[in-house]
């Protein structure tokens, strides 16, 4: 898929250091070969190098170009470090010096400590451990950037066949995350999801803040919930191109919008649609993808000081490789 191979190409083009903090998943040891070998990132694993033996089929244990480094969190010179930053971050919450030391041996926290303390710059994790494992801490120890309040998540979504005139890349918000945001929530997904269009589609984002009604068609709580987040939107940012509440087919189908909100600056060919809530989020990527042939990536996390992407425990060695492209680009770009 042409944008796909326009990420990957991206983030070849100024390697930055990604960390996977579950080097014992063999998914894990295979996309962090061939990311390091392809030039995708410079590839950092928590864990002991895998044995060629325990590698997946086909997988060379040493291939040619980079490699990653691995590390044992376990002999690092940064504990010391790790444990007074761990410490001085949770100990509002109760924790003990015994228990920071502890704690900063687990890897999923070392390497987001290596992210907070600039030795990595982004981290990906989630084939092994849950959501909340990988949202929690990355919170607690990345922390929320300043210019938002909440963290959300969104999905690239990719099909050959365009999902409207020109468009085969779509950005998805919010269907993994936040189950049931109110306005100020809403807008902040919004504005989150078009920063994160400019960086990994390069285009011009063209928001649809989604629901039942369009241009109050319809009457209702949940209708005022996302009208009032666009307002909130264009207030903040009038240069966004954004319809809300507008229904689906008239915010990517350009002769409904053509009917339904004539005056409208994204006029049917919108890129990023943002849900009501994560039943709907979920429901429509999930559509997307088994229905219409769509390739779901992610879910991706934005809103945090650095980048610290969350997988699917049933993803793929592909998706692996696929997500820390998009963990080095949004680390280009600061994100």
Same mark, same amino acid.
């Given at each position: 898929?042409?944008?796909?191979?326009?990420?990957?190409?991206?983030?070849?083009?100024?390697?930055?250091?990604?960390?996977?903090? #579950?080097?014992?998943?063999?998914? %894990?040891?295979?996309? *962090?070969?061939?990311?390091? /070998?392809?030039?995708?990132?410079?590839?950092?694993?928590?864990?002991?190098?895998?044995?060629?033996?325990?590698?997946? *089929?086909?997988?060379?244990?040493?291939?040619?170009?980079?490699?990653?480094?691995?590390?044992?969190?376990? /002999?690092?010179?940064?504990?010391?470090?790790?444990?007074?930053?761990?410490?001085?971050?949770?100990?509002?919450?109760?924790?003990?010096?015994?228990?920071?030391?502890?704690? +900063?041996? #687990?890897?999923?926290?070392?390497?987001?400590?290596?992210?907070?303390?600039?030795?990595? @710059?982004?981290?990906?994790?989630?084939?092994?451990?849950?959501?909340?494992?990988?949202?929690?801490?990355?919170?607690?120890?990345? &922390?929320?950037?300043? @210019?938002?309040?909440?963290?959300?998540?969104?999905?690239?979504?990719?099909?050959?066949?365009?999902?409207?005139?020109?468009?085969? /890349?779509?950005?998805?918000?919010?269907?993994?995350?936040?189950?049931?945001?109110?306005?100020?929530?809403?807008?902040?997904?919004?504005?989150?999801?078009?920063?994160?269009?400019? =960086?990994?589609? #390069?285009?011009?984002?063209?928001?649809?803040?989604?629901?039942?009604?369009? $241009?109050?068609?319809? =009457?209702?709580?949940?209708?005022?919930?996302?009208?009032?987040?666009?307002?909130?939107?264009? #207030?903040?940012?009038?240069?966004? $191109?954004?319809?809300?509440?507008?229904?689906? @087919? *008239?915010?990517?189908?350009?002769?409904?919008?053509?009917?339904?909100?004539? @005056?409208?600056?994204?006029?049917?060919?919108?890129?990023?649609?943002?849900?009501?809530?994560?039943?709907?989020?979920?429901?429509?990527?999930?559509?997307?993808?088994?229905? &219409?042939?769509?390739?779901?990536? &992610?879910?991706?996390?934005? &809103?945090?000081?650095?980048?610290?992407?969350?997988?699917?425990?049933?993803?793929?060695?592909?998706?692996?490789?696929? %997500?820390? *492209? +998009?963990?080095?680009?949004?680390?280009?770009?600061?994100?």
């Amino acid at each position: 898929m042409k944008q796909l191979d326009r990420i990957l190409e991206k983030a070849r083009r100024q390697p930055m250091r990604i960390v996977l903090c #579950e080097g014992d998943d063999p998914r %894990v040891q295979a996309a *962090a070969l061939r990311a390091a /070998a392809d030039g995708l990132a410079r590839v950092i694993v928590v864990g002991s190098p895998p044995a060629a033996a325990s590698l997946p *089929a086909g997988t060379a244990s040493q291939p040619s170009g980079s490699i990653p480094e691995y590390l044992n969190p376990q /002999a690092s010179p940064w504990l010391d470090e790790f444990q007074q930053i761990l410490l001085a971050l949770r100990k509002k919450r109760g924790m003990t010096p015994e228990q920071a030391a502890a704690a +900063v041996r #687990e890897p999923l926290v070392f390497a987001l400590l290596m992210v907070r303390q600039g030795y990595a @710059d982004g981290s990906v994790a989630g084939a092994t451990h849950t959501t909340a494992d990988v949202v929690r801490n990355a919170i607690q120890i990345i &922390g929320v950037r300043p @210019d938002t309040r909440h963290i959300s998540s969104f999905f690239i979504m990719l099909r050959e066949q365009a999902f409207n005139p020109g468009t085969h /890349a779509m950005i998805f918000s919010d269907c993994g995350l936040v189950i049931d945001p109110d306005s100020e929530q809403l807008a902040e997904i919004a504005m989150a999801a078009a920063d994160s269009a400019r =960086t990994l589609l #390069e285009v011009t984002p063209k928001l649809a803040m989604l629901s039942f009604s369009t $241009a109050g068609s319809a =009457t209702h709580r949940e209708v005022d919930k996302v009208r009032i987040a666009t307002e909130l939107v264009r #207030e903040r940012q009038p240069e966004l $191109a954004i319809d809300g509440e507008i229904q689906l @087919d *008239a915010a990517i189908v350009p002769d409904i919008s053509q009917r339904k909100v004539p @005056d409208s600056r994204v006029a049917g060919q919108a890129n990023v649609l943002i849900f009501p809530n994560l039943s709907a989020g979920n429901i429509g990527y999930k559509l997307t993808e088994r229905l &219409g042939g769509a390739t779901a990536l &992610g879910p991706l996390l934005q &809103g945090l000081n650095k980048p610290a992407n969350d997988l699917s425990r049933g993803c793929s060695t592909d998706d692996v490789y696929n %997500v820390i *492209a +998009v963990t080095a680009v949004q680390a280009q770009a600061g994100q």
